[in-house]
């Protein structure tokens, strides 16, 4: 279904069911109330960069691409049927914080009586830090939440670790946020039905692990060498119900 399409839907439904009787929403098997999300916790990946050899020009160097996140917020929870879950956003000020740092720089050119020839300057790192947002969704294999960081500058491209491609566990998306445009997905325990039961003052929480070497694709044969990769890292995530009636989530602020 065309997203603008699915926005209508929902919000047509939303609007219904809040003109409702509690247990004619119940019906529908749409259920809404507001929740605290707290997201806390941090990774790390790593790179190992090394095209060094004898009498040839290149560098080596090691980067280590940190995210960390501490952010709370209120949100709006909608459950719909059996299996999909959504909120809006939780959002904190500075909760979201990218560090890249570098080490072990070093560089080979060519022996005399060859001349050496000019290199790429050493990778610039720095630190960025944003708000930090996160929101429920439906993963490929159940609820997942999603962490990103909103404002702050982007990480310079010559510091940008290595991807983390098909990470651990399964359904996750592990990226250090460089930019506005990174995103850490994660996998939760729970199932819709546990949060469709959720009561008032009752708490669904999740401890997620990421750890492992970045499985990469398949090398080309063009490639002489590879950058090694490693991740490593663990989040707490937490959704609370809290009192009161929910208000659904505003679609016309969804982007």
Request: net charge positive; glycine share 10%; with cysteine.
């Amino acid at each position: 279904m065309p997203l603008l399409h699915r926005s209508l839907v929902l919000a047509l439904i939303a609007a219904f069911v809040l003109a409702l009787p509690a247990a004619t929403a119940s019906a529908t098997g749409l259920v809404i109330y507001p929740a605290k999300l707290s997201v806390s916790g941090g990774l790390t990946i790593t790179t190992n960069h090394d095209f060094t050899g004898s009498c040839e020009p290149d560098a080596a160097w090691t980067i280590e691409a940190d995210a960390d996140v501490n952010l709370a917020g209120r949100v709006e929870v909608e459950v719909i049927g059996s299996n999909l879950v959504q909120s809006s956003a939780a959002r904190t000020a500075g909760g979201a914080v990218n560090e890249n740092t570098l080490s072990g720089y070093r560089e080979t050119n060519y022996c005399p009586p060859e001349e050496p020839v000019p290199l790429d300057p050493a990778p610039i790192c720095e630190r960025h830090a944003g708000a930090g947002v996160a929101n429920l969704s439906k993963g490929s294999r159940g609820v997942v939440v999603g962490i990103g960081r909103k404002g702050g500058d982007d990480q310079d491209r010559s510091c940008a670790g290595s991807p983390v491609i098909r990470p651990t566990p399964a359904d996750s998306q592990i990226e250090a946020l460089e930019s506005s445009y990174d995103a850490i997905v994660l996998p939760l325990e729970q199932k819709a039905g546990q949060f469709k039961k959720l009561r008032v003052g009752k708490s669904l929480s999740t401890r997620v692990k990421v750890s492992g070497p970045c499985n990469r694709t398949d090398a080309s044969v063009f490639v002489f060498r590879e950058d090694t990769c490693t991740v490593s890292g663990s989040f707490q995530i937490k959704v609370k119900r809290l009192p009161g009636k929910g208000r659904g989530i505003n679609l016309a602020r969804i982007r």
